[in-house]
């Protein structure tokens, strides 16, 4: 397994604002993702955090709106920017070790946005 | 393209009563499943997860769930639930091609006195 910590747990932000939130894991991991978790909903990944190079996003989200860093192993940042009401959700951070065949992933406690 | 139907949103169930929550994946390929729980106000824990060899698999806390590859289906189960099993409860399933999971829509456990 992995502990992972997120940061900050939870942040209240004015429309327009931009919002960075931390992953921090205990141990080198291969793989960071990022999920969106709106209320009521289903988890909806954002994007793979790749190290050393640009990230990867799912369609219907895109690097001006959820810039992604992650400069080694075990950290990486999200930037919610320009933030509307509709970017109200928890964000979580997971990580997965590449095993070869599977993809066990473990979740951060997640940050939970408000934007008002 | 993989996708994950959980066909209940809510299930009500008195306590000490059985209950099975419904999965259904779609995939081309050949995958992995997994159920995470969510307890409320608190973040995703895996509860189990098929990778491979036997098709029944089982929690520490009573929890199984049998993979059916004929049928695209990894219900979960649990003989007799408790209060405390409480929680949202979200199948997923992951390749080895496309490292991310696919959540379903997850299920709301119920579980009255």
């Known amino acids: 397994s992995a502990v992972i910590s997120q940061k900050p747990s939870r942040d209240i932000c004015q429309r327009g604002t931009s919002l960075t939130i931390q992953c921090q894991v205990d141990?080198?991991?291969?793989?960071m993702f990022w999920y969106r978790q709106q209320p009521g909903q289903s988890l909806t990944l954002i994007a793979t955090?790749?190290?050393?190079?640009?990230?990867?996003?799912e369609s219907g989200f895109v690097i001006d709106k959820f810039p992604i860093s992650r400069p080694n192993l075990t950290f990486s940042t999200l930037t919610v920017s320009n933030m509307s009401p509709e970017d109200s959700s928890i964000y979580l951070c997971?990580?997965?070790?590449?095993?070869?065949?599977?993809?066990?992933?473990?979740f951060g406690p997640g940050t939970r946005l408000t934007v008002l | 393209a993989q996708s994950v139907t959980q066909l209940d949103s809510q299930v009500p169930v008195f306590e000490e009563a059985p209950v099975e929550l419904r999965c259904n994946y779609s995939?081309?390929?050949?995958?992995?499943l997994f159920w995470y729980v969510q307890y409320p106000n608190q973040g995703l824990q895996l509860l189990l997860k098929?990778?491979?060899?036997?098709?029944l698999v089982e929690s520490i806390n009573g929890f199984e769930a049998e993979f059916n590859k004929s049928q695209t289906s990894f219900h979960l189960r649990k003989p007799s639930v408790h209060i405390s099993d409480t929680a949202e409860y979200f199948c997923?399933?992951?390749?080895?091609?496309?490292?991310?999971?696919?959540f379903g829509s997850g299920t709301r456990l119920q579980v009255q006195p």
């Open positions: 098929y990778l491979s060899g036997s098709t």
């Open positions: 995939s081309s390929v050949s995958v992995y």
């Open positions: 955090a790749n190290q050393g190079s640009e990230a990867t996003y």
């Open positions: 141990s080198q991991v291969t793989m």
């Open positions: 997923a399933v992951g390749d080895t091609g496309r490292r991310a999971l696919t």
């Open positions: 997971s990580v997965a070790r590449d095993s070869g065949t599977y993809n066990e992933q473990f």
